[in-house]
């Protein structure tokens, strides 16, 4: 009975692979569970690809339209590579039936528009890969539902404004890289970057961008450098924005801190309360005005300030008539001193719903520029009495006249010593010691010849 049966079975075994060789397209080269198509002219896909594929990669083509279901016979697909192709958009249900896909590249196509239903489906993507095509738009629910997100790269294109808002703890809980780089973003409001997740912000890159020089994308990178992010660190000399608008003046945001003395950031502390915090210049005798803006917006608070001279200042302990403090918080200095630098502190208390809040202002008072110059004048003056003292020094030292020169000293040395100590330094031929002579490094390892040119030589 065996025998018989055996004819089917190989029957059967020979049409399985048969229909597993047909599977493959003749352009492609199938190994295992991977499926390579790239680099092979491609202007569509294949019409007939293995079921089995795990990893398809259909890069370096001219692929320029998927259309719905396009993988939707492959299952068990989780690695896609369509980059390098002529990709302009993607229509309606392209990843239908292929959710178990991990890692998309999609880079260096020609995609414009990022539209919300591009991934719909994809809950299992971990990696997304769109940098180098012509994106000019992020719609706004391009990421929604892709909740085991890690990295998304859209460097090297044209984005002018992203949907930070849609990124979430609860909807993007591993999302740890966000690469925006190389793109087109002018403005970044702060609210919008601290909203983001802590790890997000960790890995948010935006170097190489079209940023223009305001308080708000100062915040961002000062709280950056202070937590000491890498994304900062890596590109220090790339963070740069253009003042006013004008791309052909442009700073380095860490490195030019005095065009952003003015901005106000708020200061980390360690509880759960948000500080304001800014820096202010001004010149001794001008008037200065400390406002104590804080996050509290109830109109009925109560503010005292703590000045580094003055001590605690409030609307009743007022005593002095250059000092004003005005319903709204704002202290005013009619003429400022140097001792009135330091940090002043302001604290805004809401009665009602016994809340508080701290504004933080670190002033600084410069000397008028007429004091620069005294200052320099006396400096001046003191380096030319030096000279002429240096100067009396050296020529009206006395004994320089002839009858005033002592006889000179017998040549016998005065001190004894070994000499075989100093057979290094020493204790070197005629000819060794002119090449030292001519050639010296260190003074004192040269050696010294009589009037005559004899050699020296140690007595005994």
């Keep these: 009975m065996t025998s018989g049966l055996y004819p089917g079975h190989l029957l059967v075994l020979l049409c399985l ?7 493959c397209p003749s352009m492609c080269l199938c190994v295992s569970d991977t499926v390579s198509c790239s680099s092979s002219g491609l202007t569509k896909l294949p019409q007939s690809l293995p079921s089995f594929s ?8 001219y692929i320029s339209w998927l259309g719905p279901g396009s993988f939707k016979k492959m299952p068990r697909l989780e690695n896609l590579r369509m980059s390098n192709n002529q990709l302009v958009s993607l229509d309606h249900g392209v990843f239908s039936n292929a959710s178990s896909l991990r890692h998309l590249d999609l880079s260096s196509n020609k995609l414009q528009v990022v539209e919300q239903h591009y991934f719909e489906g994809l809950w299992r993507l971990e990696e997304l890969l769109l940098f180098n095509n012509k994106i000019a738009h992020v719609e706004a629910g391009t990421l929604s539902g892709l909740s085991s997100l890690k990295k998304v790269y859209f460097s090297l294109n044209q984005i002018t404004h992203f949907p930070f808002f849609s990124i979430q703890d609860h909807s993007h809980p591993f999302l740890s890289m966000l690469d925006l780089s190389s793109n087109r973003l002018s403005r970044m409001r ?30 961002v990178f000062w709280h950056w450098d202070l937590r000491g992010y890498d994304s900062l660190k890596d590109f220090t000399e790339e963070h740069t924005c253009s003042i006013y608008g004008n791309t052909r003046e442009s700073i380095l945001f860490l490195q030019n801190s005095r065009f952003f003395r003015n901005c106000t950031v708020e200061k980390p502390v360690s509880l759960p309360v948000i500080v304001l915090f800014s820096n202010v210049l001004v010149t001794e005798g001008e008037k200065v005005r400390l406002d104590c803006q804080t996050s509290l917006s109830s109109a009925d608070l109560s503010f005292t300030w703590v000045s580094p001279s003055k001590g605690n200042i409030t609307q009743m302990s007022i005593n002095d008539t250059l000092i004003s403090l005005f319903p709204n918080g704002t202290l005013e ?28 202002v670190n002033v600084t008072v410069l000397l008028p520029s007429a004091d620069s110059f005294n200052t320099g004048y006396t400096t001046l003056l003191g380096c030319v009495v030096t000279s002429i003292c240096i100067f009396i020094y050296l020529f009206l030292t006395p004994c320089r ?32 010691r002119h090449k030292i002579q001519t050639n010296k490094r260190v003074a004192f390892m040269e050696p010294t010849l009589s009037e005559e040119g004899t050699e020296w030589t140690p007595e005994s």
């Design 17 to 23: 692979l048969h229909g597993s060789e047909e599977t």
């Design 54 to 61: 795990v990893t398809l990669d259909l890069s370096h083509n």
């Design 190 to 219: 702060w609210e919008d970057v601290k909203a983001l997740p802590r790890l997000v912000q960790q890995g948010l890159y935006l170097h190489n961008n079209s940023l223009i020089c305001d308080c708000s994308m100062y915040s």
């Design 333 to 360: 200095i009619q003429a400022t001193k140097v001792n009135d630098s330091g940090l002043y502190v302001c604290t805004a208390v809401d009665i009602k719903q016994s809340l508080n809040a701290t504004r933080e």
């Design 401 to 432: 006249c002839s009858y005033c020169k002592q006889p000179k000293s017998p040549a016998t040395p005065s001190a004894t010593y070994d000499p075989s100590t100093l057979t290094s330094v020493f204790s070197l031929s005629t000819r060794d």
